[in-house]
Every structure is written in structure tokens, then in C-alpha cells.
């Protein structure tokens, strides 16, 4: 089974610039998570997808940060125009419908991220 | 979510086993215990979870204590490839049943480093 994929793996910009990640999760995954992970900290959710709906995104900085999931399949994610402080790595994961039994583990898959570094 | 506290860091000598310790003494009664970790370079991979009783699988065990305010992960033959960041992390159960998939909230972790 394919795991999440995530691209571009390394990006540099200048501040100011704009830049997107794109993030396709495990077939058949409805649920989908953008994290933020600062150099030293552990993952920052920043928004999170069931199906193409958004079920939280309090944590988004939406002055200059969009996401979209628009099939209910991939997501990008789009940081403009990006802060030095937006250095960082973006990590994409997903988890499977688990429907009102319960069933599973509630485990989430994450892919190995996207490293920003703005200069 | 209930908050939990972990140490910074922690060593284990390679083929002994590693405990690493978390306190969730706010945990309510719905929530679950999970454990997941993070090798350098790469996204957090799942561990394991519980709610109340001991859990064991392929990677790890799992004691959560009877009041359940705190747990203790063991890797019962530490290796170097388990050289990584731990996150111990509290989950509603409400978020799994209801198909919202759960919203996973990382503290800092425990840096473990396994020496040869």
C-alpha cells in the first residue's frame, strides 16, 4: 500500500514569495491533516479535511495561509506571501472513515513532509 | 484534549529495554492513551494506543496506571534505529466513533537516544 506522498520535499523562497505543497493521501483515507512542525517542537495542526469538507482549521492563519481538498482526494497547501517564521516542515497525514463503531485504531499515516526554509 | 508532560530526554544502551514515562493526570474517562514517534528526518509514525488496560504489539508495551494519570511506553530491546522523539498524546474517544478522524495534539516529546 502506497503511503502519503507529499512534494516538493525541500523548498527556499524569499519572504514575501508565495509557495504551495501538495499532499496525496492513502487511497481511500476521507480524513486529511496539514501539520506544522517548527525546527525543536513537536507538530502544529493547522487544518484538517473530512472528505472535501474542513472540519478545523482554528489553528490556520488564514491572512496568509489556504488550503483546499477540493475532489475530497489531494490538498495543497499555500503559504502568501510567507514570513520568516514560516520556516518549517509541513506534514501532510490522513486516516481512514471508521463509521460509528469504532473500529480501528485511530491511527494517522503521515508522510515525510515538506521542509520550508524562507530567507 | 488533556495536556501531557514528558521528559525532554532520555538514554538507553542499546539492547535493554527503554521506559519512557507521561503524565496525564487530567485524562478524562473517554480519552485514549497514544504513542507515537518521530525518527529524524521523517513524519510521526503510531506506535501504540490504549484506554485503561496494558497493551503490547509488534513495536511496544503499554502500562497505564490504574488511575490512569499516567503511562509508561517500553521497548523491550531498544535498538539504534529506535533513536527518535516520542510523543505521548491523550485523544477523545468521541473524535474516533464519530468518523472526525481525531485531532492528534503534539507536546514536546522525549528525545531518546539508544547508545551502542
Known amino acids: 500500500e502506497a503511503g502519503v506522498a507529499q512534494s516538493p520535499r525541500y523548498k527556499i523562497i524569499e519572504k514575501r514569495q508565495s509557495v504551495a505543497f501538495w499532499c496525496n493521501p492513502i487511497s481511500g483515507h476521507a480524513t486529511l491533516y496539514w501539520y506544522q512542525q517548527i525546527l525543536g517542537q513537536g507538530p502544529k495542526l493547522l487544518i484538517q479535511?473530512?472528505?472535501?469538507?474542513?472540519?478545523?482549521d482554528s489553528q490556520l492563519p488564514k491572512d496568509r495561509f489556504s488550503a483546499e481538498r477540493l475532489k475530497g482526494v489531494d490538498s495543497t497547501l499555500k503559504i502568501q506571501p510567507a514570513k520568516l517564521e514560516d520556516s518549517a516542515v509541513y506534514l501532510c497525514a490522513s486516516s481512514p472513515n471508521r463509521g460509528t463503531s469504532g473500529s480501528g485504531t485511530g491511527e494517522l499515516f503521515f508522510g515525510e513532509g515538506s521542509r520550508l526554509t524562507v530567507l | 484534549d488533556a495536556k501531557t508532560t514528558q521528559p525532554p530526554s532520555m538514554d538507553c544502551a542499546e539492547g535493554r529495554a527503554a521506559n519512557l514515562p507521561c503524565n496525564h493526570s487530567t485524562i478524562s474517562g473517554n480519552e485514549y492513551v497514544y504513542w507515537y514517534r518521530q525518527i529524524h528526518s521523517q513524519g510521526p509514525q503510531y506506535i501504540i494506543h490504549g484506554l485503561k488496560n496494558n497493551e503490547t504489539n509488534e513495536m511496544a508495551s503499554l502500562i497505564i496506571t490504574e488511575d490512569r494519570k499516567s503511562s509508561t511506553l517500553i521497548l523491550p530491546h531498544a535498538t539504534l534505529r529506535d533513536t527518535a522523539v516520542y510523543y505521548c498524546i491523550v485523544r477523545s474517544f468521541t473524535a474516533m466513533i464519530y468518523n472526525q478522524g481525531g485531532k492528534l495534539i503534539f507536546g514536546q516529546g522525549t528525545e531518546l537516544s539508544v547508545k551502542p
Open positions: 479535511f473530512q472528505n472535501n469538507g474542513v472540519v478545523d
